[in-house]
Structure formats: C-alpha cells, structure tokens
C-alpha cells in the first residue's frame, strides 16, 4: 500500500469527535504509475454553472414548525451545479442553498433537466444545504393537505410554513437552468477529488446526560452532561476540476454541519464563507457547489466551550465558512499538480419502502384536544407546537403509511457521492466512510426529496430522545431506517468499482549539479 493511502483510509474512520492522523489529504500520491502500454487517457469534460433563487423580503422563512417571514436580505440563495462527462453518459450534482427540496420538485428538475440536456434522471442529485434563512421550498407544499379536514388544513397552511408556488418555480427553473448551462459549458478539463481538514468549527449537539437519557443542546456549561452523544466528521470533502489553461472551473464541497448559524436576513449561510474562501484562492470564476454531509446532530454550537462567544450571527458563519473554505482550497491546491480525468462516471440509484411510526392512540387523542382547545397562545408552546405535528402526522399517515425513501451513489471515479433524503445523523456519514470499497467518500444528507430527521437506533433506544427524537409529520420513520439506508448505501458502493487516482508525473532525474547558489561553504569574513 502506497505511503499516503495509509494516511487517507485511516482518516475515514473519524468518530467521537476524534480524526486519526490525516496528510492534508493529498489523493495525488496514491496511486501507482500507469503502464506504458495502457490506453491513452480517457476524455473528461465539467461544466460549472450557478442561478440566483433567492427569495424576497416578506417570503416565508423555513427552519422551524411554525410561521415565520424574511424581514431582510443578506446574501444571495443559489442553486449551483457541476456536470462531468467521460464521453459516454454525464453525470449531474447540483448544491441547493435551501433547507429541503420535496420530490415533486426533485421529479419536475429532473424532467427539465432531461428535456434539455439527455442527462437522465437518475444521473442527477439535487442536494440541499439545510440553510435555514433560505426560501420557502417547505415545510409544507401547496396542496398537500387539500383533501383533509378543516382543522387539518389550518394546522398545515396557517400554522405550518408552506411553499410558494412561485418560490418553488423559481427554485425548479433555477436548478434546471444551471444544470443545463453546466452542461452546454463543459470544456475538456482535468480533475482531482481528495480531504481537507476543518478542526473545531463542528460539534455534535447531542449529549448524555447524568439523568440517564440524551439532550440536545443541553446548555453552554450545563454541569450535568457526561458526554457528547455522537462524533463529527471534520474532513472536508473536495472534487475540483481545471481547464487546459489551469484555471479552476469549480469545485464540489461536502461538509457535515448544519447550517444554522442565522445570518440576519436572507442567506446562504456559513455556505456563502465557504464559496467567498475559495474564490479568494482559485479565481473569482470558481464555482462552488456544496453539499451536507450527514449532519443530522451535528452544528457550529459548542455547548462545552468554557469562553463566551458568538455562536450565532455573522461571526459565527464567517468563522465556520471560512475555516472550511480555507481547508477545502488547501487541500485542491496541493491536489491540482495531479489533477487528470476522473473516470468512470457511474451511477446507482435504489429506493426503499420504510414505514413511519404511529403514534398511540392516547397521544393522538390528547393532541386533538389541544389543537382544538384555542390560540396556542393559550398552552405551552412546545407542547402545542409538537401537538399540531401529531395531527399532521395522524393525516398524512392516511395516505402514506409507507415512505418511499430514494438513495443514491454516483462515482466520478476515485469518489462516489452516497446520498439519501434525510437530516442523517454523522455516525453513519462516518461508517459510510469507512466502509470503502472507495478512496474518497462524500456522505451527502437531504438529496432528492426530505424526509426529516433519521437518528441512529441508540438514539431512539433507552439511553436516547433529544429533539430529533421527537415523533413529527416531518420525522417519523421506523427506528430501523437509519440502518437500512446505510447498509443499502454501502451495498450501492460495493457494486462500483473504484476508477484510478491520478498522480503527479515523476520528478526529473538528478541533473548532477547542485545550486550554484547554495553550494557553498560558510562564509565568515
């Protein structure tokens, strides 16, 4: 095994907030020389492309269960896309600055997408950032609960967030237009895919505490927590590609942090410090696209830090974004000397059948009672918020007891992107990781549709609860789905085969004569 893949495969196995020893992470070095008489270099083309979708003051603000509106703008929401071609069938991944996309948005993109440029379907992942100050692309879709109750239909369209018919056409037309003009854009070009390293921005959120279950975010310097609940994964995920002529064409991030730093305004959030660190180091006309990692319970909010600082607001993003930004462009400046085509581009797509849980009948019935007692104001408003997504879930188990839940693996050679459609929690980011057969690995949460909040089964066990626990219309799974969907995963990566990684070309022979310069003895007078 060559010198730096010992370094590499190691690091994939970060757990507990602990990463093993990591070089940079430098892919150039891991492979061995191609032989003379294989083929010549297979072609590679990418194509990078981005569209504005950001929402306007006055448009409902996701990130919570219950109302809320954008009172300010910040910085622009976009859908940004890169697209890889070896020649025979492209690839698509699209970076959505968004807190969810829902299928049918997912399935319309696709058609578009398709129409517009033969790339088909299932070659295609649409991933969110979860940014919470970004448009109203959900809780709720128009229409969604029209065949409902009354009270039903007040719980969902007035009480609930809901997307604009004319925010979501935008978000569709923006992943679409950049898809496509990625794809009309796409120069012959070379690549690399490799780690980087973002220390001490990221923290599990969720803790044991010495009453004997979990808490999330317990409290800065609350002295009954024992532990962190979960790890982190501190690797920063990159796949960059370059033209003839050395420039950087754009690039592919993937970092498990939730983003919820909150920016005041519309925002992109810490994601806007991650594109403006990297642009400030390839060029201006980088594109980036990122995509979350399995983040489910993993945020910038350190509940263990002893210093009093901003965990929030705009230090907070440009701290978080900018470490993970700098980390990203060191990793594809080391890894752009090696750069070459990245092939072969495959794909695989699965989706799985996994019942929601029922609530009893009890809680259901106690749920009803406080709905319809009055103004919310008048009850605990957790208790009501948590009462109303009871009944939502009551309605929607009615038409879909069984959630169609779509995961994805697509190779660009030495990597492959595994995606599934929920906030996943990071353990299993990790355990993906670690499983292999590949070299690089970017675990990508909330791609193709949203289905909420999937902890681990420890999480749901005896030990567990916290907030990601909680039964909702929007979490609700089965407390066996995360263990599905990651064996499904790592059976989708066992199926591919990894493409070589490229290396550097080798350095010339020793010429025989030192620098003149420095071939001297000290000089002391």
Known sequence: MPFMQRWILPAARASRGILLPVAAVIMSCLAAPVA?????????????AERDISPQVGDEAPGGYGKARHTAFHDACKARAAVFDDGLAPVAIVGLDALLIRKP???????????????????????ASHSHAAGPTGMILPGEFDGDSDLVRDLAYEKTVVGSPDYLEKVIEGIAGAVTAAFETRVESRAAAGYGLAEGVSFNRRFRMRSGFTMTHPGVGNPDIIGPAGGIDPQV????????????LGVVVNF??????GPPGISADYVQHVERALRGALGDGCIVVFTAGMAGDVTQVDNRTPHAYAQFGNA????????????????????????AALVPLETRTRTLQIPRRVPRADRLARAMRLVQAGPEEKIDPTEWTFAKELVLLDARLKREPVAPVEVQAIQIGPAVFLSCPAEYFVDYGLELKAAGPFPVTFPVSLANDCIGYVPTEDAMGPRGGGYETRLTSYSNLVPSAGRTICDTLKGLAADLTPGPIPMAPPAPPFQGQPWSYGNLPPELD
């Open 36 to 48: 003379a008489d294989e083929p010549p270099p297979a072609r590679f083309r990418a194509g990078f």
């Open 256 to 261: 498990a942090c939730h983003a919820t730093t």
């Open 105 to 127: 948005q997912v399935a319309e993109a696709r058609r578009r997408i398709t129409e517009r440029t033969g790339i088909p379907g299932d070659r295609v992942m649409i991933a």
């Open 237 to 248: 995920g990159v796949l960059g590609a370059w033209n003839g002529a050395g420039d950087c």
């Open 316 to 339: 907070a993003a440009r701290r978080l974004g900018s470490a993970v930004g700098a980390a990203a462009a060191l990793a594809l400046l080391t890894l752009e000397p090696s750069a």
